[in-house]
């Protein structure tokens, strides 16, 4: 039997663990999030907030995935992205890749604008999917930035609710197909929804 210590030497950083390979997964369904690295402003203005919809536009395009919900705050961003093949990490290192390159370039800054690689959870559950829905367009409530979902332009939030133009790379009647075949019925059956999640997150 060979013996663990009769493995070759090998230098101190070798030995450091490797970052867990990614699931993906082909037609998969990811809640995905990136964060500035040190709690920085990953957008600065509203200006940063267009351009990086704009970059996830052609990623949405160039992948054929389909983006079912999004919210930009200041130090990071949530997406609900579906994906027909495996095609997750090399859409999304693109996506930020890009999006920083362009941050140093606008602001005159260098160095890392993300503190890591972004962070995803595949959804296998329609629960799972419905609470990550709400969870996404919630985020500005829950931090304290305005009282409401509706208030907060930087989410897929007034598209779903037809007071906002759908931006193109937006899957809409998909996430509304879930709360009924009515547009308007399962747009209020959708703001009731939302609106519980943060009646529930305070009581």
Same mark, same amino acid.
């Given at each position: 039997m060979r013996r663990d210590d009769a493995a070759p030497e090998r230098p101190w950083h070798a030995w450091r663990v490797a970052r867990p390979l990614r699931i993906q997964v082909d037609g998969g369904t990811y809640h995905v999030n990136a964060h500035a690295i040190a709690?920085?402003?990953?957008?600065?203005?509203?200006?940063?907030?267009?351009r990086f919809l704009a970059l996830l536009e052609r990623a949405v395009s160039a992948h054929e995935w389909a983006c079912h919900a999004y919210?930009? =705050?200041?130090?990071?961003?949530?997406?609900l992205i579906h994906t027909p093949d495996a095609s997750l990490a090399d859409g999304m290192k693109w996506l930020n890749g890009a999006y920083a390159q362009g941050l140093n370039r606008r602001h005159g800054t260098r160095g890392h604008v993300f503190e890591s690689r972004y962070y995803s959870t595949l959804i296998e559950q329609e629960a799972h999917l419905l609470e990550s829905l709400r969870y996404v367009v919630n985020n500005p409530v829950l931090a304290g930035v305005c009282a409401d979902a509706a208030a907060w332009p930087w989410s897929?939030?007034?598209?779903? =609710?037809?007071?906002v133009q759908r931006p193109p790379?937006?899957?809409?009647?998909?996430?509304?197909?879930?709360?009924? =075949?009515?547009?308007?019925?399962?747009r209020e059956r959708l703001r009731e929804f939302i609106s519980n999640g943060i009646r529930?997150?305070?009581a």
């Open positions: 709690n920085a402003a990953l957008f600065r203005d509203d200006d940063d907030r267009r919210c930009l =705050m200041t130090t990071h961003y949530h997406l897929s939030y007034g598209a779903w =609710m037809g007071t790379f937006l899957a809409v009647a998909w996430v509304l197909s879930h709360f009924g =075949m009515d547009v308007e019925r399962a529930r997150a305070v």
